[in-house]
């Protein structure tokens, strides 16, 4: 949720920098070493997918400028989903450089299979353990030196949290070597590797590792063959594949990952020894399985909700809100900058323009730093007490039948919750989902309905004041719609829902700093985001206002925020910078509201029809650019009319029914 | 290898039930040259079956038979002490007893394997030729394996055998769908049949292969299974396509 850096790739890829390269399955501890290197700080989580996108940073290694790329994780070097296509692509086009494996310990098995498609690419590299002391914990002991030898690399171990083990690295990288060990696959499968390696044109990547994923099925590699390869060649391999594939029943990918596993299997064998586990995983471990449990499994999803609720709705929305906003905003800041402005400032067209009704400084900067700002950042720090617990993946688990309604199953609570902390990030994150089906469905709903942390915060705070029926009205509305637009989607959006399989990552304690760190990068990269906009936002009203347009629009949407959702004419002001930005939105209402202006129905009217808002802009562009400009434009052309239209009917059943709320 | 029956080889007939072949509702005797124990083979199924459906006389026998020489082979088995004929009753004696008995059992067990375990619709005829190649150990494994059950797919009853009698208070299949294993159960994984390509290459990438030993968490809200130190959560669907042993 801040400034991943990618663009910055484009301009370091070509650079004669030393290049360090970051690669392992998902949830090792990749991006934890990252930060160690660089000091420069990416989001890290527990559980597998926080990081989509390839992040670049400089360091300074062994007295060496390096540059350091921390890469999304991967079962296989053979993708499965956009983000492992973007590990694997910068193996296939990018490299000249180290690559460091992270593998964690007690989970090596799985680390090995990555290990055996390295050697196979005859990349030079070195092995990382990392979580060395949780596998300790847990009594996984594993010979160093043996594997080591095993695999003729060099093999470190790291904590990379408690920074432990980082000058062994750091030596270890000296010496990257492409590992002598090998896979020998059955006899049909070496045959065509063969074929396909005599048609092959020099890579980054050794041919017999091209052509064992080409034989996997890989349809990733595409783009890369067509660019690379004449059509006639590329049909004669496929022929080849085909060929091969018809000598098994099971796919060759399998029967390829099923020789990689046994190969990993046995080395193990000879690396690893089991002791007594200590004790200290055993609540955690308990935790986690009650988090899940048919039955203590929704008491818990509550406890957390509330807890969630109490923090950032009753101590970030109302007490920190409070304070910043009537006392240090209201009492000091804006009659302080009232009197300076006075001062300094003697046009009084500018005066305004900084302190008026729409001033950037009383009305864009006491929403943004004295409405948003407390509840986001209590949002975040709770947020990522949740990332760093690994409950989030458990939710998937509980959540999993409800989404299969939706044409999606539970992986996609992942950037679902993640939404609720940035929409813009969480559509990012889409890429961990296997079809482009869901990655669309889920796009959708994120922009519909799942409100980010920042208007969550400033709804919450309005809705604290109502009774608990409205907050259920609108959280039911918000449900019901998502549900409903999910499933007719569903429908509507061709293509296959995927198989719900999630690695669950264990349940840890989360560590102060990392939840302090990622706080204040998120709460930073906040500021850096949404504040220009509220200005704009700001100036955009200012403007409207004195030339009139102001007015002109009300009145032109008072039969439709009057008459259908039954609002003040002014409210009309909150949609208008809602399109800017929704949380901007929802804080104009959150104003209304507090100057007494709405009523309890038209604050969950207004709520409703704001939360179906498309987030912000930046959402918009990041639409655009994962799912293209027409899917983009056409979510966007159904979103706002339909977020009126429910709105509209919402007010309709609440003044028939002569709701009192 | 055997040879094939012909009742099994004509036209449509792999498609038909095996039970209306045994009861002779089909076949085409005169294309047939059955080697003569699976000629007697045959009509000992044949006395079995209408013995459980009560109508076991010698009109039915010929009736159900799609042999030609079907009244010969009975006075042939009387004479040697398998039947015991009298007037339309015949009687099965304690040796025919035992081989009708053994034949149903293979038969029927052959079915349920071929249903069961291959997801073999339709496949009456290789069932068939199997009865015919199981040994007294071997079926008694396949009735194991299949965790003894009590009735082929078309709903009859196969007959106990001695490996029954031993699990007679828990009779739970030596390899079985994970789905249908307890949480808490530790198995390992024996064969994989999924449903897609990609489904498999996924799995595998996160370690499950078979020779893998997993354990099942819990079954709701979602499956959740171990596998190591790995955790994965999946859809049920998967967890039916996963065939384990239990360890």
Not at chain 1, 246 to 267: C, H, M, P, T, W
Not at chain 2, 223 to 238: C, S
Request: charged share 20%; aromatic share 6%; hydrophobic share 45%.
């Amino acid at each position: 949720m801040h400034d991943h850096g990618s663009n910055d790739g484009e301009r370091y890829r070509d650079s004669n920098l030393h290049k360090v390269l970051l690669i392992g399955n998902p949830n090792v501890g990749k991006s934890a070493l990252f930060g160690l290197l660089t000091g420069r700080y990416v989001t890290v989580s527990n559980y597998p997918g926080t990081t989509v996108e390839v992040t670049y940073g400089n360091a300074v290694l062994n007295r060496t400028r390096t540059l350091v790329i921390d890469t999304p994780g991967v079962n296989s070097l053979v993708p499965m989903s956009e983000d492992e296509k973007v590990t694997r692509d910068i193996l296939l086009t990018d490299r000249a450089g180290v690559v460091v494996q992270v593998a964690d310990t007690k989970n090596l098995r799985r680390g090995l299979t990555i290990t055996l498609q390295l050697a196979e690419m005859e990349v030079p590299f070195i092995l990382d353990l990392n979580m060395d002391d949780e596998a300790k914990s847990r009594g996984i002991l594993i010979d160093q030196e043996k594997l080591s030898q095993l695999l003729g690399i060099e093999v470190v171990k790291t904590v990379a949290i408690r920074r432990s083990g980082i000058d062994k690295l750091l030596k270890g990288i000296q010496h990257p070597r492409p590992s002598s060990i090998t896979v020998r696959y059955d006899d049909a499968i070496e045959g065509g590797i063969r074929d396909i390696t005599a048609l092959l044109p020099e890579a980054n990547i050794s041919r017999r590792a091209l052509a064992l994923m080409i034989l996997a099925g890989d349809e990733s590699l595409k783009g890369w063959l067509h660019a690379n390869l004449q059509d006639h060649v590329i049909e004669d391999i496929e022929k080849i594949r085909q060929d091969v594939q018809s000598r098994f029943n099971n796919s060759l990918g399998y029967l390829i990952n099923q020789r990689r596993l046994k190969k990993a299997d046995e080395v193990l064998s000879q690396v690893l020894s089991l002791h007594e586990a200590g004790k200290g995983s055993a609540i955690a471990f308990h935790l986690g399985k009650w988090s899940m449990h048919p039955v203590y499994g929704l008491p818990i999803l509550l406890a957390v909700l509330y807890l969630v609720y109490q923090f950032v709705g009753v101590l970030g929305a109302g007490d920190a809100v409070g304070f910043l906003e009537e006392t240090v905003f209201g009492e000091y800041l804006n009659p302080w900058a009232a009197k300076i402005v006075h001062f300094i400032v003697p046009v009084p067209f500018l005066q305004e323009l900084l302190i008026g009704d729409y001033g950037i400084i009383t009305m864009a900067l006491t929403y943004a730093i004295a409405i948003v700002l407390p509840i986001v950042g209590f949002f975040f720090i709770a947020f990522g007490i949740l990332e760093d617990s690994g409950y989030l993946p458990r939710l998937a688990v509980m959540v999993n039948r409800i989404f299969k309604i939706m044409g999606l199953n539970g992986k996609a609570v992942l950037p679902m919750v993640l939404g609720l902390g940035c929409d813009t990030m969480a559509t990012l994150t889409t890429r961990i989902l296997e079809t482009k089906k869901e990655r669309i469905l889920v796009t959708l709903l994120l922009a519909l309905g799942v409100p980010c942390s920042a208007q969550l915060g400033v709804i919450l705070g309005m809705v604290a004041g109502l009774s608990g029926l409205a907050t259920t009205i609108w959280i039911g509305s918000i449900v019901l719609v998502m549900l409903l637009v999910g499933y007719l989607a569903a429908k509507i959006v061709p293509g296959e829902p995927s198989d719900f399989v999630l690695e669950l990552p264990p349940i840890r304690v989360p560590q102060l700093m990392n939840i302090l760190v990622k706080t204040a990068a998120r709460v930073q990269w906040y500021l850096k985001e949404a504040v220009p906009l509220f200005i704009l936002g700001t100036f955009i009203l200012f403007v409207g206002h004195k030339v009139g347009a102001l007015e002109y629009i009300q009145k032109l949407t008072d039969p439709l925020v009057v008459g259908v959702l039954g609002l003040p004419s002014k409210a009309a002001e909150a949609f208008v910078i809602g399109f800017l930005r929704r949380d901007y939105g929802a804080a104009g209402l959150f104003m209304l509201a507090k100057n007494g202006l709405l009523d309890p129905i038209q604050i969950v009217v207004s709520l409703v029809v704001i939360t179906l808002f498309v987030p912000c802009i930046a959402n918009f562009f990041m639409m655009v650019k994962e799912r293209g400009l027409k899917t983009a434009l056409t979510m966007v052309a159904f979103i706002f009319p339909f977020a009126f239209a429910v709105g509209g009917v919402l007010n309709w059943i609440l003044r028939t029914l002569n709701v009192t709320l | 290898m055997l040879p094939v029956r012909c009742a099994f080889q004509g036209g449509t007939m792999t498609e038909r039930k095996r039970i209306d072949i045994v009861e002779g509702k089909a076949g085409h005797p005169a294309l047939c040259v059955l080697p003569e124990i699976e000629k007697e083979d045959e009509l000992f199924e044949i006395i079995w079956t209408l013995r459980e459906d009560g109508k076991l006389t010698i009109d039915q026998i010929i009736q159900s038979c799609s042999l030609p020489e079907c009244e010969n082979i009975l006075q042939d088995l009387s004479k040697k002490g398998w039947i015991n004929i009298k007037g339309q009753a015949v009687e099965l004696l304690p040796k025919g007893e035992k081989r009708a008995r053994e034949l149903v059992r293979r038969h029927r067990l052959s079915l349920r394997m071929f249903y069961d375990l291959f997801a073999l619709d339709g496949a009456e005829a290789e069932a068939c030729k199997f009865e015919h190649i199981l040994s007294p150990e071997v079926t008694d494994s396949v009735c194991t394996l299949l965790g003894h059950p009590p009735n082929s797919p078309d709903g009859k009853p196969i007959p106990r055998g001695e490996c029954c009698s031993m699990f007679k208070q828990e009779m739970k299949p030596l390899v079985g769908p994970l789905a249908d294993i307890m949480p808490g159960d530790q198995a390992k994984i024996v064969f994989i049949t999924p449903g897609s390509h990609s489904r498999l290459d996924r799995l595998s990438a996160m370690g499950v292969v078979p020779g893998s030993v997993v354990k099942l968490h819990q079954k709701k809200p979602s499956y959740v299974i171990q596998l190591g130190e790995t955790m994965i959560a999946v859809d049920k669907d998967i967890t039916k396509e996963i065939f384990v042993k239990k360890v």
